[in-house]
């Protein structure tokens, strides 16, 4: 099993910056990738952003050139940047790990929300 916790949402202002954080435990070694996902009220959840274990990263067209998602091993820890942010940027976002066995775990979200 791998556990996830995230951090770093808030309130922001349209333009501003927040940077998530989510850290992984347990079977952390069969981790395939790393997914960041959001969901905002009356709409699907939709991925932001990945990273696999080889370093390949993709994102969203929404949020590309505004987000970045990056890996720290040493901390089994992964971010995502988030830059220049939008009003409908605001939704709660997931971080979500898929292990090499196809399995996927969830994280408990976290709130993010941008003023205009």
């Known amino acids: 099993q791998v556990q996830l916790v995230e951090s770093g949402g808030g309130l922001v202002q349209a333009g501003g910056s927040l940077r998530l954080s989510c850290t992984a435990s347990?079977?952390?070694?069969?981790?395939?990738?790393m997914n960041w996902y959001r969901q905002a009220p009356g709409e699907q959840r939709e991925l932001v952003a990945g990273i696999t274990s080889g370093g390949g990263m993709h994102y969203a067209d929404s949020v590309k050139g505004r987000f970045t998602i990056s890996r720290d091993n040493a901390q089994n820890t992964v971010y995502l940047q988030m830059n220049n942010l939008k009003p409908e940027d605001t939704a709660v976002y997931y971080c979500?790990?898929?292990?090499?066995?196809?399995?996927?775990?969830w994280g408990q979200g976290t709130q993010v929300t941008v003023s205009s």
């Open positions: 979500n790990s898929v292990l090499r066995t196809a399995y996927s775990y």
């Open positions: 347990g079977s952390i070694f069969s981790i395939n990738s």
